[in-house]
């Protein structure tokens, strides 16, 4: 009670007319901090902390990196220049920074809500170290955002005290995201081709791979793109984007990311390799696979919707594209892709469908696998 009531007299109450011959006479450090206390006395000094006596008599009192056991009042007792002596003292109040405040990275998709916890019961809100933003509300030991917006991104940190009088902050990170500012938002990436993802942010972005930095046939333009060259295994995974928007002459930083899948190509999966069918016959392009498979016609393109003539279905471990009516739109190269859910296993696979018009003098026509 008497470490409190000094402390409360140090932080609310006016100094007094003399000058004290200890400096500083009160600081606030965080855990782990280097503090130098300083005694002008012209005798040798004689500290205490907490009312025990130090072994040391230096005129600078000096904690390497204080603990939380340092916190107190420490006391010198000195002579000063006109032989009297004194006995002034330097409250140290520690700051501890935990992890209270939950979660600790937030990534919060524009116009959603979201809160942060802090596990304390009687704590004051800070962002960036300053009064909080609107749309934020304080109940208890819970801050809400609502209509999260860029103004938003940012450290939130919740203050308080613990039952020993010892003070702690604890910091987490909001990132605002905006899947808008990338293009595509996922790419299946056949291994030894290039891809590039563009990335609309106002300043040149910062890029990273699975919260790491990008590979070395990754690279950075100017024209705010990610060019990745002859791409392998090691290249599949989420790329972020950390750039910043202008909003009424203020710039706001967000996040906005690509998921980039490298697939295996397999010649075996799909039969027959090359086909051909008249206008209007159909057509089965069939696919093996356990898990589930996504189809693409040329060059990634969606597989063609005319007049509902085709349609996938599984059976048994094979997919089967069926194209009741071919038309000549229907000519092209068809791609299986199949992924697992974990990602831990992707493939592809293509065959060719060639249609073509009917004549009085064609031959049945005769498709190998």
């Known amino acids: 009670m008497f470490l409190l009531v000094l402390i409360l007299l140090a932080l609310f109450v006016p100094s007094p007319l003399f000058c004290s011959n200890v400096k500083p006479e009160s600081q606030t450090v965080t855990v782990g901090s280097k503090v130098t206390i300083t005694c002008n ?5 004689f500290w205490y902390h907490n009312s025990k006596l130090l072994d040391t008599i230096e005129l600078e009192l000096v904690l390497d990196k204080v603990k939380k056991s340092d916190r107190g009042v420490y006391v010198c007792r000195g002579i000063d220049s006109e032989g009297i002596e004194f006995l002034d003292s330097s409250i140290l109040i ?55 917006n860029y103004y938003h991104n940012g450290i939130y940190s919740c203050h308080g005290t613990d039952k020993t009088f010892l003070y702690f902050i604890a910091e987490a990170e909001l990132i605002v995201v905006d899947q808008r500012k990338i293009q595509p938002s996922s790419i299946n990436a056949r291994q030894h081709s290039n891809v590039s993802i563009y990335c609309l942010s106002h300043t040149l972005p910062k890029w990273l791979l699975n919260g790491k930095m990008i590979p070395s046939n990754a690279e950075a333009t100017n024209d705010r793109r990610l060019i990745i060259e002859d791409v392998q295994f090691y290249n599949e995974g989420l790329y972020e984007c950390l750039g910043r928007v202008k909003v009424r002459k203020h710039y706001y930083e967000f996040s906005a990311s690509s998921y980039v899948s490298v697939l295996i190509l397999d010649h075996k999966k799909m039969f027959p390799p090359h086909q051909q069918v008249y206008i209007g016959q159909m057509a089965l392009i069939k696919c093996i696979s356990d898990i589930p498979v996504e189809w693409t016609f040329d060059t990634d ?12 279905m599984k059976n048994l471990g094979m997919y089967i594209l069926n194209i009741k009516k071919a038309t000549k739109q229907n000519t092209g190269t068809y791609r299986c892709i199949g992924k697992d859910e974990d990602g831990g296993y992707a493939f592809h696979s293509y065959a060719k469908l060639q249609v073509i018009r009917k004549t009085c003098k064609s031959p049945e026509l005769k498709n190998g696998t």
Do not use: A, H
């Open 94 to 148: 520690l700051i501890v920074k935990e992890d209270r405040l939950q979660p600790k990275t937030n990534r919060v998709e524009l116009r959603k809500t979201t809160l942060f916890q802090c596990d304390s019961g009687d704590v004051t809100f800070k962002f960036n170290g300053n009064e909080l933003p609107k749309n934020s509300w304080v109940n208890g030991s819970t801050l809400v955002i609502y209509e999260v």
């Open 301 to 312: 393109k969606e597989v063609p919707t005319n007049v509902d003539t085709m349609q996938s």
């Open 41 to 45: 006395s012209y005798s040798t000094p």
